[in-house]
């Protein structure tokens, strides 16, 4: 990556001329912050006494059994506070906000999981919230938006376009324009104009800086793969993170491939997409003949962002990571399988991760290890797994 957020021919910052100097003055501010042992404690203390890190590596013993060939372990992000690893970044945003003398979060959400970490993290520090959200998504997401609403975050539901997370994004960085003196944009994954891909890794990190060491305390070595489902790929990117200097590690990024890459029903940015410029930056992103992004699909609404981070792009092109996609079909019985194999109910997004190593464990030897990210846990999605088997066991 260079000083300007590229990832090869990817990143950068594509916004409107307004919107370069509000994002100049955060990535100042954010590099100073970094740099600052008492940001980084203050950042790591909300980290284990209010998410309660650090989450354990779990191992499936009786999954793993049952496949037999890999061991596959769980890098525990579902027991974080709020139930996923969004929290560890809106933290940290909320730690610049409030450093920068901000007075206001706003952010964007399509499954509503962004908005619920932010939402949460505007409570912690006392700030008001605004969360920007297709007007379709707020009648999909009742649960998280009644959440927000408990959390005291106000909701917009956009009403222009498909009515959907890109809409989201556009009405988000159009309030940031008009209030980018005392408002911070809260963006929930590792994408968007520099310096948001890079710095939302460093909040993310944590998870792959605690699972190697973790992997080597635990089983004196480190893993063979590790394994996580990529949205926008920031539960992703951190994992990675913590693995990326070793090159027997082999990274794996599960995209969602909802009905079938063929389909074009799907959310497979990387697998199934094109350059282009999505939210502020360069990125594969889906999109039609003349360039119009096209409405992502999957059982799990969580992996439905349109285009996908930079560095993943890169990270793919390079060789160091490899994407896969993962249909619908295969993430649900990898749902039912942690729940009755390990007694462990996961996130639809996470199940497609957890497919990609159920896929890959049988034919591989017994002392492999494949470590997976659990990034959320799956009591939001009970009414989801329970209309896509009715659906399918209908046809
Ligand atoms: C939002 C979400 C994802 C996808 O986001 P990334 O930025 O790709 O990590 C994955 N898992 C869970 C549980 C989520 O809530």
Redesign the pocket.
């Known amino acids: 990556m260079n000083r300007n957020g590229h990832y090869g021919p990817y990143g950068g910052s594509y916004v409107a001329e307004t919107l370069a100097q509000p994002l100049d003055e955060l990535a100042s501010a954010y590099f100073e912050a970094r740099e600052d042992p008492s940001f980084r404690r203050e950042f790591e203390e909300l980290l284990r006494d209010y998410v309660g890190r650090e989450s354990p590596i779990t191992v499936c013993r009786r999954l793993s059994a049952a496949l037999g060939g890999a061991t596959i372990a769980l890098k525990r ?1 579902d027991l974080n506070h709020t139930g ?3 929290v560890n970044n809106t933290i940290g945003q909320a730690l610049l906000a409030r450093r920068m003398g901000k007075k206001r979060l706003i952010a964007e959400t399509g ?1 509503g ?2 908005g619920v970490a932010t939402a949460t993290v505007a409570a912690l520090f006392g700030l008001p919230c605004e969360v920007y959200m297709g007007a379709l998504d707020v009648e999909r997401q009742a649960p998280n938006v009644e959440r927000m609403k408990m959390l005291g975050a106000k909701i917009n539901a956009v009403t222009e376009g498909s009515a959907t997370l890109k809409d989201a994004m556009n009405e988000a960085l159009r309030d940031w324009v008009t209030n980018c003196d005392d408002t911070f944009y809260v963006i ?3 994408a968007g104009p520099h310096p948001y891909p890079e710095m939302v890794k460093d909040f993310q990190s944590v998870i792959g800086r605690e699972a190697r060491r973790q992997c080597l305390e635990k089983f004196g070595r480190l893993p063979d793969q590790a394994i ?9 990117i951190g994992l990675f993170a913590g693995f990326m200097d070793d090159p027997s590690v082999r990274l794996v990024g599960v995209e969602a491939g909802g009905r079938g890459i063929a389909s074009g029903e799907h959310a497979a940015s990387i697998t199934g997409g094109r350059i282009g410029v999505l939210h502020g930056a360069k990125t594969m992103l889906l999109q039609t003949a003349d360039g119009n992004v096209i409405d992502t699909y999957s059982v799990s609404a ?2 439905d ?1 349109p285009g996908v ?1 930079p560095e993943h792009c890169h990270l793919h092109d390079t060789g160091r990571a490899e994407y896969v996609p993962i249909d619908d079909a295969e993430a649900v019985a990898a749902f039912d399988a942690l729940c009755r194999y390990e007694g462990i109910i996961p ?1 639809l ?2 199940s497609h991760a957890v497919a990609e190593a159920i896929r890959r464990a049988p034919s591989l030897p017994k002392d492999a290890l494949l470590l997976v990210c659990l ?2 846990r799956g009591d939001k999605d009970m009414e989801s797994v329970r209309r896509y088997k009715n659906e399918n066991e209908n046809r």
């Open positions: 992000e996923a690893h969004k499954a999981m962004h929930g994954t590792a996580a489902c990529v949205g926008g790929g920031s539960n992703a969580g992996l962002y981070g996130a997004e996470s990034s959320g």
